[in-house]
C-alpha cells in the first residue's frame, strides 16, 4: 500500500487477555517506530526497529509488552495480561532510516 | 532529558486569522525539529521540519523557524482555513538518537 498500515483500528479485550496489533509499514522503509497514545500521557515511544533488530526498547513499559519484525517488514507489538491502563491509540510508524515520517492510523484499544 | 513544552490549547481562531502556536524544546546537541498535525480521526503525518539552526520549514502555508537561541521552533500560518483545524503536535529527534520526542500536542478550531 502507499502508506502504513495498522490493524485491527479497534480492539476492545477484557483485562488479562492477550492482545497482538499489527503494523504493515511502507514498502523498503527499513526503520519502524511504535508509539502509544494515551490521553493522560500524550504520545509516547515504545520501541525502534532498524531492519529486524530492535537497538532502542526503552519505552516498553513492562515485560506484558514486546514485539517483534520479521523480513524486514511486517512487524507484531504483543501485550500480555492486559490492564485497563493498557487503554491507548497504539501508532506505527515507519522511515527510510532514521526519524520517523510516517505513522498509520493507529490501532485503538480499550481494556475492559 | 530531551524534552518539548508547547502551549496548552485548545486554540479557537475565525478563518482568515493569524495562526501562532509556541513550541521550545530543551535537548543537548543539535536535534531536528519537527511539526505534525493529526487531523480527526487520521494518523500523524508530517507538517514541515528544520535540521538546523535558523533553517525555516514550510509546507502547506505553516511556516517554523529553528531558533537555537530561544530554544524554540514556533509554527505560524497568516490565515488559516476550516480545513486547518487539528492537533498540532512539535516534536524533536536527538543527534543520536532516532526517537522522536513530543509536545503534548495543541488542538486548533478554525471557525467559518
Known amino acids: 500500500g502507499a502508506g502504513v498500515s495498522q490493524s485491527p483500528s479497534n480492539k476492545v479485550t477484557e483485562k488479562g487477555k492477550d492482545v497482538e496489533l499489527r503494523c504493515d509499514p511502507i514498502s523498503g522503509h527499513t526503520a519502524l517506530y511504535w508509539y502509544r497514545q494515551s490521553l493522560g500521557q500524550g504520545l509516547e515511544f515504545l520501541i525502534y526497529?532498524?531492519?529486524?533488530?530492535?537497538?532502542?526498547k526503552s519505552g516498553l513499559p513492562s515485560d506484558r509488552f514486546s514485539a517483534e519484525r520479521t523480513g524486514g517488514s511486517v512487524s507484531t507489538l504483543t501485550i500480555q495480561r492486559t490492564q485497563q491502563e493498557d487503554s491507548a491509540v497504539y501508532l506505527c510508524?515507519?522511515?527510510?532510516?532514521?526519524?520517523?515520517?510516517?505513522f498509520g492510523n493507529g490501532t485503538r484499544l480499550t481494556v475492559t | 532529558g530531551d524534552s518539548v513544552t508547547q502551549m496548552e490549547g485548545p486554540v479557537t481562531l475565525s478563518e482568515e486569522a493569524f495562526l501562532t502556536i509556541n513550541c521550545t524544546y530543551t535537548?543537548?546537541?543539535?536535534?531536528?525539529l519537527f511539526w505534525y498535525v493529526q487531523y480527526p480521526g487520521e494518523g500523524l503525518q508530517l507538517l514541515l521540519k528544520?535540521?538546523?539552526?535558523?533553517d525555516k520549514g514550510s509546507n502547506k502555508g505553516f511556516e517554523a523557524t529553528y531558533r537555537k537561541e530561544t530554544t524554540s521552533f514556533h509554527l505560524e500560518k497568516g490565515s488559516v482555513q476550516v480545513s486547518d483545524s487539528a492537533v498540532y503536535f512539535c516534536?524533536?529527534?536527538?543527534?543520536?538518537?532516532?526517537?522522536?520526542?513530543f509536545g503534548k500536542g495543541t488542538l486548533l478550531t478554525v471557525n467559518p
Open positions: 526497529f532498524q531492519g529486524n533488530s530492535a537497538p532502542d
Open positions: 535537548a543537548t546537541g543539535y536535534p531536528s
Open positions: 528544520a535540521t538546523k539552526a535558523d
Open positions: 510508524a515507519s522511515s527510510p532510516q532514521g526519524t520517523p515520517l510516517h
Open positions: 516534536a524533536l529527534s536527538g543527534g543520536s538518537n532516532y526517537k522522536l520526542t
